[in-house]
């Protein structure tokens, strides 16, 4: 079965850029979706089709596909951003989810 | 204003059956893919099943395959999750979510989910 792997962990200063990655196999040959989850909440997308952001997300947030690896990354990082971050994909109809990042900002 | 609805969670004896519902408002179920997925205590995502908009087909995780089923009642716009032979591992949150217009478009509203805890 498909595979996405991100890692469990990342830190960044208030102002930075963050960068959350997700590898899977001809990962480019499929659009990636990430989802944005705070503590007790549920999820929400904030990129589809590997860079696209759904409407009331904001600009900061942008993605890209290339090879193996999709990345999520986050412009001038503001605390609001502290949460953990899921990449998704389709595969074969079945869904799968990456194992989630847990992004901090400190 | 779209939203889901998910109910019927709860307390259950492994080896025992539930059945979920995700009521779905200011859209049509009929019209876009339904999936559920749930999160297990302090874990990550897990999708479980989901129900095609246009055909009806319906898609299983290997781990729930045999045991859960998927289906819905359009008249109602709701969709179901009938668990059967529940086990401790089933033990999560489980979400509604519906696809954006094609699969490559996300999951673009989430309910806030209903807890079913496998214990005896």
């Known amino acids: 079965s498909y595979e996405l792997t991100q890692p469990p962990s990342v830190s960044v200063p208030p102002g930075q850029t963050a960068s959350i990655t997700c590898s899977g196999d001809k990962l480019r040959r499929k659009y990636v979706s990430w989802y944005q989850q705070k503590p007790g909440q549920s999820p929400e997308l904030v990129i589809y089709?590997?860079?696209k952001r759904p409407s009331g997300i904001p600009e900061r947030f942008s993605g890209s596909n290339s090879g193996s690896t999709a990345t999520l990354t986050i412009s001038g990082t503001q605390t609001v951003d502290e949460a953990d971050y899921y990449c998704q994909v389709w595969d074969n109809n079945n869904v799968v989810f990456g194992g989630g990042t847990k992004l901090t900002v400190l | 204003e779209v939203q889901v609805v998910e109910s019927g969670g709860g307390l259950v004896q492994p080896g025992g059956s539930l059945r979920l519902s995700c009521t779905g408002s200011?859209?049509?179920?009929?019209?876009?893919?339904m999936s559920w997925v749930r999160q297990a205590p302090g874990k990550g995502l897990e999708w479980v099943a989901a129900l095609g908009g246009v055909g009806g087909s319906t898609y299983y995780a290997d781990s729930v395959k045999g045991r859960l089923t998927v289906s819905s009642d359009n008249s109602k716009n709701t969709l179901y999750l009938q668990m059967n032979s529940l086990r401790v591992e089933d033990t999560a949150l489980y979400y509604c979510?519906?696809?954006?217009?094609?699969?490559?478009?996300?999951?673009?509203?989430w309910g806030q989910g209903t807890l079913v805890t496998v214990s005896s």
């Open positions: 200011g859209f049509s179920l009929n019209d876009y893919t």
């Open positions: 979510a519906k696809q954006g217009s094609y699969d490559s478009f996300g999951f673009d509203y």
């Open positions: 089709q590997d860079a």
